[in-house]
T-cell receptor, first 115, second 111 residues
Framework: NAGVTQTPKFRVLKTGQSMTLLCAQD?????MYWYRQDPGMGLRLIHY???????AKGEVPDGYNVSRLKKQNFLLGLESAAPSQTSVYFC??????????????FGPGTRLTVL | SQQGEEDPQALSIQEGENATMNCSYK?????LQWYRQNSGRGLVHLIL?????REKHSGRLRVTLDTSKKSSSLLITASRAADTASYFC???????????FGTGTRLKVLA
């Protein structure tokens, strides 16, 4: 049982390049989330999904796209990377939302630098 | 913004001492959770307290919740060097499907 895994762990991009971050979970969770973490700002929700084939915008969605084609995978895409997207990205999943009674399980993070 | 605020931002204590960190929020909540993040790692869930509870214990952790003041505190008793980490509160944003995280408290426990 690997929990939540993220690939890659590190990546350096040049401005304007594109990339996809992959999140996978093996806990059969319905809900998945993408966050970014910047110094002094805690975690901010980028996009989330409440089930296979569904996605929704979070607090800071601009410049990102997501897809949830399979229940176990949640992809985060950057179409044209900008230096402001330099951050640590975390994926998380939970069994259900149920008014927030369920804990979130986090991946180890992807450290992205955009030059 | 619904983001939670935590204080202090940083805390440094000696091993064996107690550590207290506070979280304040602005929205109505059903429950509040606390997470720990070790350097370079993802967050790990510690404890959840429901809105109808005032206090909850788990091992060396004690969490209180005051919904009238919209605040919560996390107490770690008899701290250890291994408790060195950042601690975040998180709550379910009212009327949304979103968890809101606090800004975090960086705890350093000196051996």
């Amino acid at each position: 049982n690997a929990g939540v895994t993220q690939t890659p762990k590190f990546r350096v991009l040049k401005t304007g390049q594109s990339m996809t971050l992959l999140c996978a979970q093996d806990m059969n969770h319905e809900y998945m989330y993408w966050y970014r973490q910047d110094p002094g700002m805690g975690l901010r929700l980028i996009h989330y999904s409440v089930g296979e084939g569904t996605t929704a915008k979070g607090e800071v969605p601009d410049g990102y796209n997501v897809s949830r084609l399979k229940k176990q995978n949640f992809l985060l895409g950057l179409e044209s990377a900008a230096p402001s997207q330099t951050s640590v990205y975390f994926c998380a999943s939970s069994y259900s939302l149920a008014e927030g009674y369920n804990e979130q399980f986090f991946g180890p993070g992807t450290r992205l630098t955009v030059l | 913004s619904q983001q939670g605020e935590e204080d202090p931002q940083a805390l440094s204590i000696q091993e064996g001492e107690n550590a207290t960190m506070n979280c304040s929020y602005k929205t109505s909540i059903n429950n509040l959770q606390w997470y720990r993040q070790n350097s370079g790692r993802g967050l790990v869930h510690l404890i959840l307290i429901r809105s109808n509870e005032r206090e909850k214990h788990s091992g060396r952790l004690r969490v209180t919740l005051d919904t009238s003041k919209k605040s919560s505190s996390l107490l770690i008793t008899a701290s250890r060097a291994a408790d060195t980490a950042s601690y975040f509160c998180a709550f379910f944003g009212s009327g949304t499907y979103k968890y809101i995280f606090g800004t975090g408290t960086r705890l350093k426990v000196l051996a």
